[in-house]
T-cell receptor, first 112, second 115 residues
Framework: NAGVTQTPKFQVLKTGQSMTLQCAQDMNHNSMYWYRQDPGMGLRLIYYSASEGTTDKGEVPNGYNVSRLNKREFSLRLESAAPSQTSVYFC???????????FGQGTRLTVV | AQSVAQPEDQVNVAEGNPLTVKCTYSVSGNPYLFWYVQYPNRGLQFLLKYITGDNLVKGSYGFEAEFNKSQTSFHLKKPSALVSDSALYFCAVRDITGGSYIPTFGRGTSLIVHP
């Protein structure tokens, strides 16, 4: 089915470890996003890529880096994981930055 | 600046009764408004949006939302709730004529429909 695919679905990391969350979309969307969802905080934007070749910080970029590998793929990297990064991470894409987003199913990350 | 508020963390309603999930917004220009729904262990799904035109917007699964400019609100409604409507609902706003072109999401409202 067409949509946004995130891998992995679950991950447990030790403090200080690094990892990359992968995201791919097959809808030929120009814009892609990474959000984190925490209880009581709603959905917060970490980074986004308005179009291929560009990336910009969102509300909560500290501790993360991103790469827009090509039009389809947008990865999120945690260089040195911290317990405060325990969260559910969602990737999303849209035709343009202000358009309806299609979300992936999420990655549940626990940092111990 | 743009902001959105969902004043209720949780809404409880009996199956068959009408439901309302509240959303208020603040923009300096004109708003572009969205509602999304998140079922357990899933990503968000788009329900409906308002850009311009008729103040009553119809969306997926029998939901509708009413844009009220004077009250700066965009409440989500459904005439008859189903147990399967139980989910987390997010409102989002973008200021079309000023501010960021990235919509801001509210904190979400948990809707619980009791059998």
């Amino acid at each position: 089915n067409a949509g946004v695919t995130q891998t992995p679905k679950f991950q447990v990391l030790k403090t200080g470890q690094s990892m990359t969350l992968q995201c791919a979309q097959d809808m030929n969307h120009n814009s892609m996003y990474w959000y984190r969802q925490d209880p009581g905080m709603g959905l917060r934007l970490i980074y986004y890529s308005a179009s291929e070749g560009t990336t910009d910080k969102g509300e909560v970029p500290n501790g993360y880096n991103v790469s827009r590998l090509n039009k389809r793929e947008f990865s999120l990297r945690l260089e040195s994981a911290a317990p405060s990064q325990t969260s559910v991470y969602f990737c999303a894409s849209s035709e343009a930055p202000d358009r309806v987003r299609i979300f992936g199913q999420g990655t549940r990350l626990t940092v111990v | 600046a743009q902001s959105v508020a969902q004043p209720e963390d949780q809404v409880n309603v009996a199956e068959g009764n009408p439901l309302t999930v509240k959303c208020t917004y603040s923009v300096s220009g004109n708003p572009y408004l969205f509602w999304y729904v998140q079922y357990p262990n899933r990503g968000l799904q788009f329900l409906l949006k308002y850009i311009t035109g008729d103040n009553l917007v119809k969306g997926s699964y029998g939901f509708e939302a009413e844009f009220n400019k004077s009250q700066t609100s965009f409440h989500l409604k459904k005439p008859s709730a189903l147990v399967s409507d139980s989910a987390l609902y997010f409102c989002a706003v973008r200021d079309i004529t000023g501010g960021s072109y990235i919509p801001t999401f509210g904190r979400g409202t948990s809707l619980i429909v009791h059998p």
